[in-house]
């Protein structure tokens, strides 16, 4: 089958139809400084990733004060609003923590996925396979990169378009210390904040980008794997396809474990700051003010990001998951009535592993259902605010 190299999953080389663009894009904010081979190069980035930790610490770390301050010149919705920024920017520093912690883990889940493809893909039906979850995982990458850049442009651009339509000197958010209105403060904010946004906006997808990217690859070799079981022969005294698909199904394991192990922290941060970010969100709403179309368009994009992150995080825990749980079915699926007793102890122990569930998020066990009981607890404050509110207005 000869494959046209239009797009990047229809390359000749199975090997070269995935080439994980997000390195590129991590790299743009110096966190995975290993990358570089020059010496001198590699110990400049170094330091460049430690400033920007730095900085976007600080930067979150202002902006929670100037939350809680509560200055009293504003209004409880852009207080309010200060909260809801708050979430998001909590959510982008844990992920920005999380690539740069594990980012050897993360590294190595990618050299050893390089590896399964080149030395265990062996009929064109596989490569299929493969090229199929090849062009997902490129959706996916070019999709969460759009995100990233259009809600960086968002926050970068909303000063200076107030700026040039009302004249009026606006700050991307409020952040500790206070700084007097003056065009050299407005400058030095700008420039502060903007650098921290990016980094932040950088991160906010950009762990998505990978961990759905890397979850999709292990998809495929699961159902390469689940493809290769039933076709197995075990009337042979020792088989050597079965021994190979042994080894295959280890290393797919190990590469879900360094992925859950990479992931765990920050898929927590997710869901908790998911759900605070939300309730913000309705609260805000509810309360009925005008909060203005750049405040609002913030907010629906900021809602729309997280729930379209959590929802492909439990998505693909949960197929991950289920797919690991099917491959008892496959091996029930071999001939295994007529194998030898060598064979049959093999597959039994397959068989074993194949029935250990594989979660995703530690002791919040990430899948289809977290979403349910995310949506659940948005609505039960909903409600509870609702009663809040009616019961105010009655006694009023």
Not at 3 to 29: C, E, G, H, M
Request: hydrophobic fraction near 45%.
């Amino acid at each position: 089958m000869v494959w046209r190299s239009d797009w990047p999953w229809k390359r000749a080389r199975i090997a070269d139809s995935w080439t994980w663009p997000q390195i590129f894009w991590v790299n743009l904010f110096c966190w995975w400084p290993e990358e570089f081979e020059n010496p001198r190069l590699r110990a400049i980035i170094k330091v460049l990733c430690w400033y920007c930790l730095v900085h976007t610490t600080l930067m979150q770390f202002g902006i929670l004060i100037a939350c809680l301050s509560f200055d009293p010149k504003n209004s409880l919705v852009d207080n309010l609003f200060n909260f809801f920024t708050f979430s998001s920017g909590m959510t982008s520093l844990c992920k920005l923590f999380a690539i740069v912690k594990n980012r050897k883990k993360f590294k190595q889940a990618m050299v050893q996925l390089d590896e399964m493809v080149r030395d265990e893909i062996k009929t064109l039906e596989e490569e299929e396979i493969l090229r199929k979850g090849f062009k997902r995982s490129w959706m996916i990458s070019w999709f969460c990169t759009a995100c990233i850049y259009f809600t960086i442009l968002t926050w970068l651009t909303a000063p200076l378009i107030a700026l040039a339509t009302t004249g009026k000197r606006t700050w991307m958010l409020d952040c500790w210390p206070p700084l007097e209105d003056n065009w050299r403060n407005f400058f030095i904010s700008y420039v502060f904040l903007g650098y921290g946004l990016s980094a932040l906006g950088n991160s906010f997808n950009l762990f998505d980008n990978i961990y759905c990217c890397t979850a999709q690859n292990i998809l495929c070799h699961l159902q390469v794997l689940k493809l290769r079981l039933p076709k197995i022969r075990l009337s042979e005294e020792r088989s050597e396809e079965l021994i190979s698909a042994i080894r295959y199904h280890d290393k797919i394991l190990s590469t879900c474990k360094l992925l859950r192990d990479s992931s765990t922290g920050a898929i927590l941060s997710v869901c908790t700051n998911t759900v605070l970010l939300y309730c913000f969100g309705v609260f805000i709403i509810n309360l009925g003010e005008d909060i203005g179309t750049q405040n609002t368009m913030k907010i629906l994009e900021s809602a729309s990001l997280a729930g379209v992150q959590i929802s492909f995080i439990c998505w693909y825990s949960n197929e991950i998951t289920l797919t690991c749980s099917q491959l008892s079915r496959s091996c029930y699926s071999m001939d295994w009535i007529n194998g030898s007793i060598p064979n049959k102890r093999c597959l039994y122990i397959m068989v074993l592993r194949t029935l250990m569930p594989f979660y995703f998020g530690g002791f919040l066990q990430v899948e289809l259902a977290t979403i349910i009981t995310i949506l659940k607890a948005i609505f039960s404050y909903f409600n509870f605010l609702q009663t809040m509110m009616s019961n105010d207005e009655n006694e009023a």
